[in-house]
T-cell receptor
Framework: DAGITQSPRHKVTETGTPVTLRCHQT?????MYWYRQDPGHGLRLIHY???????DKGEVSDGYSVSRSKTEDFLLTLESATSSQTSVYFC????????????FGPGTRLTVT | RKEVEQDPGPFNVPEGATVAFNCTYS??????FFWYRQDCRKEPKLLMS???SGNEDGRFTAQLNRASQYISLLIRDSKLSDSATYLC????????????FGAGTRLFVKA
């Protein structure tokens, strides 16, 4: 158990509304990631963070922003949700040392109507 | 061409069968390799890392062939509880660290 929680676990929202998803970790990991998973696609990286206030874009970052003001929290914001952002969102942390494996939170199912 | 490719399946096998999955990757600079397991509506979980010398964990054996750029996962004596989607994962560092996930192979083990 990597001590990762996500909130909310499920959300239904309307097109055009802002949405913020939260990822919380308890083990002081430096690297944190946000992915989305859609049928037929592998997990796709949205944004990642390599420290407090240090973030960078992934391959599908358009329409998303992130913030990390504390080591333990990594927030993903959809400024104006669209139906194409209906997906399952996973947060992950990277293992310590030289390992590159990642450990995932339980996911957030987001539906944009 | 996708950077990491897997046969989506599904693979339908009886209990006790041996089943093998392959995964190919396109970037020869790939450094680290993993297999993850994902149950329906759950998060992916690390199953095992894959080393050049091959490695085994109980009924699971992973192998890496760098020359042909593929990795494999062999499951022996399949159990009902092995039913899941298996994700092939590759990391590389080409000026920036990057992790690429395959879309997964579905396995159904039936009694």
């Amino acid at each position: 158990d990597a001590g990762i929680t996500q909130s909310p676990r499920h959300k239904v929202t309307e097109t055009g509304t802002p949405v913020t998803l939260r990822c919380h970790q308890t083990e002081n990991h430096r690297y944190m990631y946000w992915y989305r998973q859609d049928p037929g696609h592998g997990l796709r990286l949205i944004h990642y963070s390599y420290g407090v206030k240090d973030t960078d874009k992934g391959e599908v970052s358009d329409g998303y922003s992130v913030s990390r003001s504390k080591t333990e929290d990594f927030l993903l914001t959809l400024e104006s949700a669209t139906s194409s952002q209906t997906s399952v969102y996973f947060c992950a942390i990277r293992g310590t040392g030289d390992s590159y494996e990642q450990y995932f939170g339980p996911g957030t199912r987001l539906t944009v109507t | 061409r996708k950077e990491v490719e897997q046969d989506p399946g599904p693979f339908n096998v009886p209990e006790g069968a041996t089943v093998a999955f392959n995964c190919t990757y396109s970037n020869s600079a790939s450094q680290s390799f993993f297999w993850y397991r994902q149950d329906c509506r759950k998060e992916p979980k690390l199953l095992m890392s894959v080393y050049s010398s091959g490695n085994e964990d109980g009924r699971f054996t992973a192998q890496l062939n760098r020359a042909s750029q593929y990795i494999s996962l062999l499951i022996r004596d399949s159990k009902l509880s092995d039913s899941a989607t298996y994700l092939c994962v590759v990391t590389l560092n080409t000026g920036g660290f990057k992790t690429i996930f395959g879309a997964g192979t579905r396995l159904f083990v039936k009694a």
